[in-house]
């Protein structure tokens, strides 16, 4: 590496030409000139031939359409479930702006559901797929990858385990419905 790879850069600074590299991360092309996009390390990738910069703050992740979210349950209503939703599936970053979303009893399940109460569960952690972000974030679960990923007893509040295609409390014996996904039991919700 050269001393100039090694430099903090700040956004709109020159940092390569089109003819030398390609714009990468953090970058962007400007009259055959290639800038910083964001403050960070300024690096050329010698494989992709791409001139990047790192940030050396912790960006947070701004939601998009199409991303897989993890939440958790906050408000379950006639219609619709709100969820604070707190990852983004392939992130390690915090989120940033509103992380309130809703999920209509449309987009539940491919089959009709008259009442989310009998899918979901207040402080239920579920996998969602972001379908609308404007003006409000919108999600469905409709796949068999996504749904309740960790639930509690309404009882005894313990976790619940998958026996079949219900829930089951260990400690207190008692069973419950979710819309629940398929890799329920076998996911550690703690490392997600």
Known sequence: MTDNEKKIVMPG???????????????????GVIRAAI?????????????????????????????????????????????DLFHVQ??????????????????????????????????????AKVIQVKPSIQLSTKDKNLGVIKALCVKCRHPLTKKGNSLECPNCGNKERRYIAMDYDNLDVDKI
Request: glycine share 6%; charged share 25%; net charge negative.
């Open 13 to 31: 600074d020159q940092v390569s030409s089109s003819e030398e590299l390609l714009p990468g991360d953090g970058t962007f092309e400007d009259n």
């Open 39 to 83: 403050m960070g390390k300024y690096v050329v990738d010698q494989k992709n031939r791409q001139a990047k910069v790192t940030p050396v703050t912790s960006t947070p992740v701004v939601i998009h359409k199409g991303d897989i979210v993890i939440g958790e349950i906050a408000v379950v209503r006639s219609s619709m479930v709100i969820v």
């Open 90 to 127: 392939g992130k390690n970053r915090s989120l940033s702006g509103d992380t309130n979303s809703t999920l209509h009893a449309s987009e539940i399940s491919f089959k009709y559901v008259k009442d989310p109460a009998t899918e979901y569960k207040v402080q239920d952690i579920i996998r």
